[in-house]
Each structure stands twice: as C-alpha cells, then as structure tokens.
C-alpha cells in the first residue's frame, strides 16, 4: 500500500472523483481501438450526443461529439461515486476484501453489472440511430472504421469488454486500505458521544471498596 488511505487520496470524495475521471476515459479511449482485435469500435460520445441534440437542425457533429462527451463524463463520474460511496461499502468483504485484488475485483463486478444494465436497458431504451437494438442489443450492429456492420453479436460483447475496462480502472486508482473498511471505521469511532474512541482496557479489573 502506498499509505493512503483509499489508494490516491485519504480524502474519499476526492479518490472518487479522481478514479471516476480516468477510468471514464480510459475506457472511452480504448473503446475506439477494439478494431484491433476485430471488433466493432464503441462511441459513447456520439451516441449519447445523438440521444441529446442529433436531431436538432443545424447541429454539427462537433456539437454532437462534444454534448455526448459532456453528459458521458457527468454519468461516468456519478457512477464512481455510486459506488464508492454506495456499493463498495455493502459488498462482503469476505468476497472482495480492502486489498489491490478485492477492490480491483469488487470495481470489476461493478463494471459488469453496468454492462448488463447498458446492453438490457440503456442502448435499448435509448436508441439514438433508431436501430431498433432488441434483446440484449443484439439487433444493434455497429459499424467498423470501413462503415462494414458488424454481427450483433459482437454489440453486447464490446458493452462488456467496454465497461470491465472502466471498473479495472476504476479499482486500480480508487484502492482503499484495509483501515478504510467500513468495520474498522466503525471500531474507531467515538462512543456514546463522548468523544473518546473505542479502546481495550488497558489493565486488569477495577478494585472494590
């Protein structure tokens, strides 16, 4: 451990933001090199800015990249808060203990979870180019750089693939130490609003009279 507290910062709001930017982006930058491994490339700016202002007379794609980037940090952000502050404190620490490989897996987890609620709900729901996504999403057949549409299948795949990358980010920079778990905040806490905090005793038992 680097010594502190939750991995970048001992100030948690701050480790959040922190973490929230650069995984956001990280995986927003990645996201357009999956043509590497034969996959579709994924353009979360382009379509939540098609989903904002796409059908607005006169709207240049600049605009429209620029309104997409916008609201895609703002939900990036919001979702590292969400689970820095929500989720990360309610998951058993038997499962994902407060080390580099239980926060790792822990923001991991998140990221599929996000994933499934995208490919089920998001991309569906939201449907920017009118496609139509189905099940899954997998009636949504993005392009490749060549305008060539991918099998659906792969649509689904590179929401996973996508997501994972911003919750391995997000664990590898939001990394709270094991005095940042929620049971050991709990033992220093100052007791019946005295002040003092929890402590052993320091001896035996007290006398009589």
């Given at each position: 451990?680097?010594?502190?507290?939750?991995?970048?910062?001992?100030?948690?709001?701050?480790?959040?933001?922190?973490?929230?930017?650069?995984?956001?982006?990280?995986?927003?930058?990645?996201?357009?090199?999956?043509?590497?491994?034969?996959?579709?490339?994924?353009?979360?700016?382009?379509?939540?800015?098609?989903?904002?202002?796409?059908?607005?007379?006169?709207?240049?794609?600049?605009?429209?990249?620029?309104?997409?980037?916008?609201?895609?940090?703002?939900?990036?952000?919001?979702?590292?808060?969400?689970?820095?502050?929500?989720?990360?404190?309610?998951?058993?620490?038997?499962?994902?203990?407060?080390?580099?490989?239980?926060?790792?897996?822990?923001?991991?987890?998140?990221?599929?979870?996000?994933?499934?609620?995208?490919?089920?709900?998001?991309?569906?729901?939201?449907?920017?180019?009118?496609?139509?996504?189905?099940?899954?999403?997998?009636?949504?057949?993005?392009?490749?750089?060549?305008?060539?549409?991918?099998?659906?299948?792969?649509?689904?795949?590179?929401?996973?693939?996508?997501?994972?990358?911003?919750?391995?980010?997000?664990?590898?920079?939001?990394?709270?130490?094991?005095?940042?778990?929620?049971?050991?905040?709990?033992?220093?806490?100052?007791?019946?609003?005295?002040?003092?905090?929890?402590?052993?005793p320091a001896g035996g038992g007290g006398g009589g009279s």
């Open positions: 451990m680097n010594g502190l507290r939750y991995g970048i910062s001992n100030n948690q709001l701050t480790a959040g933001l922190v973490a929230g930017f650069i995984a956001t982006h990280v995986a927003t930058i990645t996201g357009f090199w999956y043509e590497i491994i034969h996959l579709p490339a994924v353009d979360w700016n382009r379509f939540n800015g098609t989903y904002l202002v796409g059908g607005a007379e006169g709207t240049s794609d600049f605009e429209v990249f620029i309104m997409g980037w916008l609201f895609h940090l703002f939900t990036g952000l919001a979702l590292s808060l969400a689970f820095v502050f929500l989720i990360r404190p309610l998951l058993p620490a038997t499962w994902f203990p407060y080390t580099l490989w239980g926060n790792l897996g822990a923001a991991a987890a998140w990221g599929v979870l996000l994933a499934l609620i995208s490919m089920f709900i998001i991309t569906p729901y939201l449907d920017p180019y009118n496609a139509h996504p189905g099940f899954m999403s997998l009636d949504l057949r993005l392009p490749d750089n060549e305008g060539n549409l991918r099998p659906g299948w792969q649509t689904p795949l590179v929401i996973l693939i996508w997501h994972v990358v911003y919750g391995i980010q997000l664990g590898s920079f939001y990394s709270p130490s094991p005095e940042a778990a929620p049971q050991a905040v709990a033992e220093r806490a100052p007791v019946g609003g005295t002040g003092q905090m929890m402590q052993q």
